[in-house]
Every structure is written in C-alpha cells, then in structure tokens.
C-alpha cells in the first residue's frame, strides 16, 4: 500500500520472511528507488549496481546463492541515500545491521 507521503511499506516486515521473499522485498524496493532490475547468469561475479546513461541498474547474479543475493541486495540498499523514501523503519534499520 502506497501511503499519501510515499511510502509503499506500511508494515513491520515478517520475521519469518524466507530468504525469497526478503529478496523480493527488496528487490521492490529498489525497484521504487529508480533501478532498474535484470536478473542473469554472470559467472559468480555477484552482480551490483551502476548508472548507464542516468539510468540507475542493478544486476542480479543468478549463479549466486539466494543468502548471497540478499547479502548484496542488503549492502547496496544499504547505502542508497534516498532508502528513507521506500522503506520503513523497521526495514532500514535491518539493512544497517546486515551491512
């Protein structure tokens, strides 16, 4: 739910959340924040983010393990400045401690 301020997270995330569903979330996060998303095999280089064009990408590594994908999900959002703009508390506060 998107809330008047902009928000789309108006809950505490589960904690019981599996892994996928930790990457979805924040792949949707990302995703609010202007990135682009595309998901491929890139050898186990553990994929990133960049700017092309200004356009803000993040490539996730389908050879990496769902853990690894999130721990690379969790350091990049982790030091998005406008993170406050997509996420509860609760979540940003998780993204520090992971970081």
């Known amino acids: 739910m998107r809330l008047p301020g902009g928000s789309w997270w108006t809950t505490k995330p589960r904690t019981n959340m599996s892994t996928v569903e ?6 949707g996060i990302a995703q609010q924040l202007g990135y682009r ?10 994929g990133g983010a960049c700017q092309v064009a200004g356009g803000k990408w993040l ?8 853990g690894e994908q999130l721990e690379m999900l969790q350091k990049l959002l982790a030091q ?8 509860s508390p609760e979540i940003i506060a998780g993204l520090q401690c992971a970081a």
């Open 80 to 87: 998005e400045p406008l993170l406050f703009t997509a996420a």
């Open 22 to 27: 930790r990457i979805e979330q924040l792949v």
């Open 59 to 66: 490539f996730i590594d389908l050879a990496l393990t769902s």
């Open 37 to 46: 998303v595309r998901y491929d095999y890139f050898g186990g280089t553990g």
